[in-house]
């Protein structure tokens, strides 16, 4: 199994560009994860989706930020226009999930966004 | 809903020594807790997990501690090495909800 895949890895980008994360989950899981990563906040999950529905998304920081699943293997977290502080590291993960119980979320490598 | 704490936020340990990370969480109904390692510039990795209905788990080095009642759980790594260097973050989870993350604690094993 190929885990987790997002893209691009790396972008860099000017403030008030639109910018696309992609991410393709592990095959066979039914929940899927965006996580934001920065020094002064730690890993912030900002939406869930189960069973492409999104479950949860409280943390989406700004109307800026959206996010959509269209089938059960493909996720986008699209940020427009995108702000300096919009600079983190996005990591998409994916678990198989009950209702009565947790399991093993696993991540993706991340996407490592500057907006300059 | 959950909210996990997690200390010390910084840990420093010479090679060999034992090193523990504690977290607490709030919502009795959260069953499952796993522990991931972070590595500069590395996506967390998991290492070792625990399920409510256990006390204790034991992985080689790593063992992980859980305290229901209490509602908290804790993670031992044995004879340190170098490469144990890291973040560690310890999660709480319920099912259909969210994995709920403590803020990490950098582990620095010094040689």
């Known amino acids: 199994d190929a885990g987790v895949i997002q893209s691009p890895r790396h972008e860099v980008t000017e403030m008030g560009q639109e910018v696309t994360l992609r991410c393709k989950p592990i095959?066979?899981?039914?929940?899927l994860f965006w996580y934001r990563q920065t020094m002064m906040r730690g890993l912030e999950l900002l939406i869930y989706?189960?069973?492409?529905?999104?479950?949860?998304d409280s943390g989406m920081p700004e109307d800026r930020f959206s996010a959509k699943m269209p089938n059960a293997s493909f996720s986008t977290l699209k940020i427009q226009p995108s702000e300096p502080r919009d600079s983190a590291v996005y990591f998409c993960?994916?678990?198989?999930?009950?209702?009565?119980?947790?399991?093993?979320?696993?991540f993706g490598e991340g996407s490592w966004l500057t907006v300059v | 809903g959950e909210n996990v704490e997690q200390h010390p936020s910084t840990l420093s340990v010479q090679e060999g020594d034992s090193a523990v990370i504690k977290c607490t969480y709030s919502?009795?109904?959260?069953?499952?807790f796993p522990w991931y390692k972070q590595e500069l510039g590395k996506r967390p990795q998991l290492i070792i997990d625990?399920?409510?209905?256990?006390g204790e788990k034991k992985d080689q080095r790593i063992a992980v501690t859980l305290n229901k009642t209490a509602k908290h759980f804790s993670l031992h790594i044995t004879e340190t090495q170098p490469e144990d260097s890291a973040v560690y973050f310890c999660?709480?989870?319920?099912?259909?909800?969210?994995?709920?993350f403590g803020s990490g604690t950098k582990l620095n094993v010094k040689p």
């Open positions: 993960a994916s678990s198989s999930q009950t209702v009565s119980s947790g399991n093993t979320i696993y």
């Open positions: 095959s066979g899981h039914n929940s």
């Open positions: 989706f189960n069973n492409n529905v999104p479950i949860d």
């Open positions: 919502d009795s109904a959260s069953n499952y």
């Open positions: 625990i399920r409510s209905n256990v």
């Open positions: 999660a709480a989870s319920m099912g259909f909800n969210k994995f709920y």
